[in-house]
């Protein structure tokens, strides 16, 4: 079982993914902006976040250089949910670091992969942190 | 210099020593000098009078040989009609043979001489006594011959003949300096430099005859005047500035490009150069060259324009290619978030069990999302129609304040941060206009007004009755509209694009979908705004039609 927020400003979207993870056993934090994330993260420290890009008060960018610049939270597993899918937006995401990326619309079985492949990647990194 | 010619007193012609009359090059040098047939001078009439007097001859000639003819440039106590003819025919002719013989010659009396008592001169002149030295070029050229001439025998002295040589010698001098001064003209009447000679006073002192041809105009349009009476306004102190600089550093050269007003009125460009040679006497003045440089000049702004325009042209299209980068991303966005509740809550549905009334809610966000969707589609095909002109508005008596505050109650329980306050002027009149139409607009400006303004704060809706107009501005305390973006948000599909306003969600149609709304309706929308105080829109409509 692993902590995973989710910062996303579309009610239904969050709505969306509630339900589909609810079959799972993870514990998944909702946040309505970056700002919420953020305190969201610094309070529970989860395994994984995932981040929409474009949101009010502080966006998915801000969020990330935030949680970069926390050394206890920087080792934090971070994809981007988002619907800016054109190649060079992709690309800048990869120049920042933002390398695991869903792309709206996304299907249900794609939510859960990209879920399971990023607690997988929290998990080899506690290991690491461990040893 | 004039060479003197040796004093050998003879009383006949000597042998050939100088050149036959029709030598080419000796022709050719009388022809440069530009003295035939030239009108008499007071310099070499001077030299003429002075010769007689000096040597108590009756006559004196400066005599110039051509191969049919002898020319006088000047005749002093010659009888007519010689005098009026300034020639004789070669049958008249002494001074010839001081040409072909290339020495003086000097006759006591004619009508004694062998060879020269059959000369016409003797009888229709009345020459007896006859004394000449040569005219002689730098290259050693006989052009003709000083002379002295008695109607009675006369012994020729040494000294006679030393002051003809210098005779000669001088009016050999005065016609070195025409020809140098010939030259000098030709010279300077092909050069389409203007030269100005500008006094201390700035005040110009001579001007060449380039003004007439290069600027039509006339010398007297410039001596006496300034140094900047036909010079361009904008020019004059950059002109007064180059003449201090130059009078106070000596001798330097500077230069400086400026107009001067062509005779026609129109501008023409010089390239204008100054030295400084006021402390020459001779000049004691600034010495100003103008270039006609207005072709060059045209060039080089032709080459300008064309690079501005292209730079424009570039520029438009970068805008027109971000802009329409801006507009598939923000599209594709837009259109992403409902499309994922749509396939998500659809599948979720299709693949799972699910109670009734989860079923319905599912439903309903899929209801939602896809109505999302077509207002999107709707808006822009809207906007495009509008754009093209193929809407027609339906134009009713309308209540701008009652629009305003069935908006404003609609919109109110949207956001809990902002405050909603109407200030409505109670004398608004019914106009005509597009009900719908204007809903849209004060709908968009308000839902723009809370969300560009995420910190919250007041929005106020207010409308003015001016003269013919109704006015309505909606004002907020957000993030406000950087200057370089006040224009092109009405521009279809642009966006600020500083972080903040990223952070706010819009298709950027909105304000391009008021404007023309706006615009059809015959008014004006235009925002005021300071950054990170608030911005105020401005919707100006007619109400003059009103009914």
């Known amino acids: ?131 | 210099m004039t060479q003197q010619a040796p004093c050998d007193v003879s009383s006949t012609i000597q042998p050939g020593q100088g050149q036959r009359l029709d030598d080419p090059d000796r022709l050719a040098a009388l022809y440069r000098f530009a003295v035939l047939d030239t009108p008499a001078e007071e310099v070499f009439d001077r030299l003429t009078r002075l010769a007689s007097r000096v040597l108590k001859a009756p006559v004196a000639l400066i005599s110039l040989l051509d191969h049919r003819r002898q020319f006088f440039k000047s005749s002093h106590g010659l009888g007519e009609p010689w005098a009026s003819l300034q020639a004789t025919p070669l049958s008249h002719s002494f001074c010839q043979y001081v040409v072909t013989s290339g020495r003086p010659l000097v006759v006591e009396d004619a009508r004694q001489d062998p060879l020269l008592r059959i000369n016409f001169a003797i009888e229709d002149i009345g020459v007896v006594a006859y004394a000449g030295t040569p005219l002689i070029t730098d290259e050693g050229l006989y052009l003709g011959s000083f002379c002295a001439i008695d109607s009675e025998p006369r012994t020729w002295t040494d000294e006679d003949l030393e002051v003809l040589n210098e005779f000669s010698a001088l009016a050999m001098k005065e016609l070195d300096l025409r020809l140098q001064e010939a030259r000098e003209r030709a010279i300077y009447s092909s050069i389409s430099d203007i030269v100005l000679l500008v006094g201390s006073d700035l005040n110009i002192q001579f001007v060449n005859q380039a003004v007439t041809s290069v600027l039509r105009r006339s010398i007297d349009d410039f001596v006496g005047h300034p140094a900047t009476v036909v010079v361009h306004p904008d020019d004059r102190s950059n002109m007064t500035e180059l003449f201090a600089i130059a009078m106070t550093a000596r001798m330097s050269d500077a230069s400086l490009e400026v107009r001067f007003q062509h005779g026609n009125g129109d501008w023409r460009w010089f390239d204008l150069s100054c030295t400084n040679r006021i402390h020459e006497p001779s000049i004691a003045a600034l010495v100003v060259t103008a270039r006609d440089i207005t072709e060059r000049k045209e060039a080089e702004q032709g080459v300008l324009t064309a690079l501005e325009q292209q730079l424009m042209a570039n520029s438009e299209l970068e805008h027109s290619n971000r802009a329409q980068r801006d507009f598939i991303s923000v599209v594709s966005h837009e259109f992403r978030t409902p499309l994922t509740s749509i396939q998500g809550f659809s599948e979720v549905i299709r693949d799972e069990e699910l109670e009734a009334e989860e079923i319905q809610d599912f439903a309903n966000e899929i209801y939602r999302s896809a109505e999302r969707l077509g207002r999107l589609i709707n808006d822009m095909l809207d906007l495009d129609r509008m754009q093209f002109g193929n809407v027609t508005f339906l134009q009713k008596s309308v209540q701008l304040n009652g629009v305003v505050q069935e908006i404003v109650r609609s919109l109110e329980r949207v956001s809990a941060d902002h405050i909603l306050v109407m200030n409505l002027d109670p004398t608004m009149p019914e106009f005509m206009a597009d009900r719908d139409r204007l809903i849209q607009v004060v709908t968009n400006l308000v839902r723009n007004a809370i969300n560009y303004s995420p910190g919250g704060g007041q929005v106020i809706v207010s409308t003015i009755r001016e003269n013919g107009y109704a006015h309505l501005t909606v004002q907020d305390e957000g993030l406000g509209i950087p200057e370089e973006a006040l224009e092109t948000i009405f521009d279809r599909f642009t966006r600020v694009r500083t972080k903040e306003h990223k952070s706010v969600k819009g298709t950027g149609l909105g304000l391009p979908i008021t404007r023309q709304i706006v615009d059809l309706h015959g008014g004006d929308v235009w925002v005021e705004s300071t950054l990170g105080v608030g911005s105020t829109f401005h919707v100006r409509l007619p109400i003059a039609s009103s009914a």
């Open chain 1, 1 to 131: 079982m692993a902590t995973i927020v989710f910062c996303e400003d579309e009610a239904s979207i969050r709505k969306l993914i509630l339900t589909s993870l609810r079959a799972s056993n993870h514990e998944i934090l909702m946040a309505e902006n970056g700002a919420e994330g953020l305190a969201l993260i610094e309070e529970r420290r989860p395994d994984v976040v995932f981040t929409d890009i474009a949101m009010p008060v502080m966006d998915g960018y801000e969020l990330w250089s935030r949680i970069q610049a926390h050394p206890e939270l920087r080792q934090t597993p971070v994809a981007v949910i988002t619907a800016s899918v054109q190649r060079d937006q992709v690309e800048h995401l990869k120049t920042l670091g933002l390398v695991h990326y869903l792309a709206k619309p996304f299907t249900m079985s794609g939510l859960r992969e990209k879920v399971r492949e990023m607690v997988e990647i929290a998990a080899l990194h506690s290991t690491s942190a461990t040893q």
